[in-house]
């Protein structure tokens, strides 16, 4: 499909989400010709895809990451906002009219969101004071906003990068560094509401192995990547049914 052409050294996009056949979301970022990143927001009305103005609040550059849309008038991006001294996740709304900034709790990056009735879920992960990454949980809900830092899943080094919400369950996927191996592997977690928990996933590949995205369809969910051998890194794609 035809995309704008904008003025920038680069733009790309990373996540996209369909209200319906003509209404389509896609998010990324640019980077101007002065090396600096700004949001990237493209709509597909059934006729062609337009660059719909979006925030930029971040004093040193901004990224989107994941969208997800409940209705036409109600869409929710995420991604960092990059400041002077530190990220801080960014997460932005669309009413039907406009692109706004939410005002979240926590520090580091998201990478994914779902959304589910009224309930939004946003993953990504936040660096502790010795700079390992942890998994970091954003949720809304009656209109306010919790973050959390699962414990017990995952290694010091752990990056969320997928969530979805199956039933009252809300699942995340993601890669954790072990040590002992000094590999990637796969992290797949669920919380039905008593609270995170690590569930057994395939690990296959004598490499590295890393789930990027999670996807729910009834009591079936699909979460994707790739693992690594000596001579290849193979696409892999993991299911579960409820």
Do not use: C
């Given at each position: 499909?035809?995309?704008?052409?904008?003025?920038?050294?680069?733009?790309?996009?990373?996540?996209?989400?369909?209200?319906?056949?003509?209404?389509?979301?896609?998010?990324?970022?640019?980077?101007?010709?002065?090396?600096?990143?700004?949001?990237?927001?493209?709509?597909?009305?059934?006729?062609?895809?337009?660059?719909?103005?979006?925030?930029?609040?971040?004093?040193?550059?901004?990224?989107?990451?994941g969208v997800a849309?409940?209705?036409?008038?109600?869409?929710?991006?995420?991604?960092?906002?990059?400041?002077?001294?530190?990220?801080?996740?960014?997460?932005?709304?669309?009413?039907?009219?406009?692109?706004?900034?939410?005002?979240?709790?926590?520090?580091?990056?998201?990478?994914?969101?779902?959304?589910?009735?009224?309930?939004?879920?946003?993953?990504?992960?936040?660096?502790?004071?010795?700079?390992?990454?942890?998994?970091?949980?954003?949720?809304?809900?009656?209109?306010?906003?919790?973050?959390?830092?699962?414990?017990?899943?995952?290694?010091?080094?752990?990056?969320?990068?997928?969530?979805?919400?199956?039933?009252?369950?809300t699942w995340l996927?993601?890669?954790?560094?072990?040590?002992?191996?000094?590999?990637?592997?796969?992290?797949?977690?669920?919380?039905?509401?008593?609270?995170?928990?690590?569930?057994?996933?395939?690990?296959?590949?004598?490499?590295?192995?890393?789930?990027?995205?999670?996807?729910?369809?009834?009591?079936?969910?699909?979460?994707?990547?790739?693992?690594?051998?000596?001579?290849?890194?193979?696409?892999?794609?993991?299911?579960?049914?409820?």
């Open positions: 499909m035809a995309t704008p052409a904008l003025d920038t050294q680069r733009d790309y996009l990373t996540s996209v989400t369909a209200v319906s056949a003509n209404d389509v979301w896609a998010v990324g970022e640019r980077q101007d010709h002065a090396g600096r990143f700004g949001t990237l927001v493209e709509h597909w009305d059934g006729h062609r895809w337009t660059v719909v103005p979006s925030p930029n609040p971040g004093a040193t550059g901004n990224h989107l990451y849309a409940a209705s036409p008038d109600d869409v929710w991006a995420v991604g960092q906002r990059d400041g002077t001294s530190s990220d801080q996740p960014l997460v932005e709304h669309w009413d039907g009219h406009n692109w706004t900034v939410a005002t979240v709790p926590g520090t580091g990056v998201l990478d994914a969101v779902a959304v589910h009735g009224k309930d939004v879920w946003a993953v990504g992960q936040t660096d502790d004071a010795a700079r390992q990454a942890h998994p970091l949980v954003l949720r809304r809900n009656e209109g306010a906003w919790t973050a959390t830092v699962p414990a017990g899943i995952g290694a010091p080094f752990t990056n969320v990068t997928g969530v979805a919400v199956s039933g009252g369950t996927a993601g890669t954790y560094f072990n040590a002992t191996t000094g590999l990637q592997h796969t992290l797949i977690a669920r919380n039905d509401g008593t609270g995170w928990h690590a569930v057994a996933a395939p690990d296959p590949g004598t490499g590295d192995k890393v789930l990027g995205a999670i996807a729910a369809t009834g009591g079936d969910l699909w979460a994707v990547g790739y693992d690594k051998t000596a001579t290849a890194r193979d696409p892999l794609i993991e299911h579960h049914q409820d």
